[in-house]
C-alpha cells in the first residue's frame, strides 16, 4: 500500500471521527439516538467508503437507486463532475429528501467533506451512505487515468485488463507503466480540480 494512501485513510479516519464527535458529543451522554459504536465500527471496517472502481463498477452496472452526490462548489462541479452525480452543498445534505431503497455515494475533491456529509446523513439515520474515499481526484487518478505496470503476474493481469476496460468506459486512458514515475494526468482540468479544497 502506498504511504500516501495509508496518510489518506488516516486523515479521513481522523475527520470522520471529528465530525463523530461534533455531532454526538460526550459518549457518556449521548441522548441523541446516534449509535456512536455503530458509526465507529463501520468507520474501521471501511464500511464507511467506497473507492472510486468500486463506485465505477455501480455506475457501468447501473446498480439500482444509486445516488451519486457531489458536494463540491458549482465552479467545481462544473469544471469536472463524476457522470451521473447530481451537486449538492453539505448544509443542503441535512434536509435533503432520500428514498429508504437509495445507496448513497457523497463526494468531494478528496474526501473530506464527503466524510463529514457521511456522518450527518448517518446521524440522521440513513443506512446505505458511502463517501468516494479519495474523492475526485482518486476517480481521475484510478478510473479516468489508471497507471497500470508492465510487468505483472497472470492473475493481476486479469484485474489490470478489468481496470483497463472500465477506465475506457468512462472515457478514461489507462497507461501502461514500466515504473512508479507518475504518468502527466489525461486532462488540464485534472490539475485545477486536484488543486482545489476539500
Known sequence: MKRSSVLRGL???AIVLGALAAVVGSPRANGSGVDVAALARDVETEQDHVTAIELARWIRDRKPGLRII???DSAEFEDYHIPGAERMPVKSVVKAAFKPS???VMYSGGGAHAAQAWVILRARGERHVFFLRGGVAEWLDEVMNPQIPANLSREARVDA????????YFGGVPRRVDSAVPVPAFKATVARVRGRGC
Do not use: Q, Y
Open 11 to 13: 486523515a479521513l479516519a
Open 161 to 168: 485488463d478489468s481496470v483497463g476496460a472500465l477506465s475506457r
Open 102 to 104: 437509495e445507496t448513497i
Open 70 to 72: 457531489d458536494v463540491r
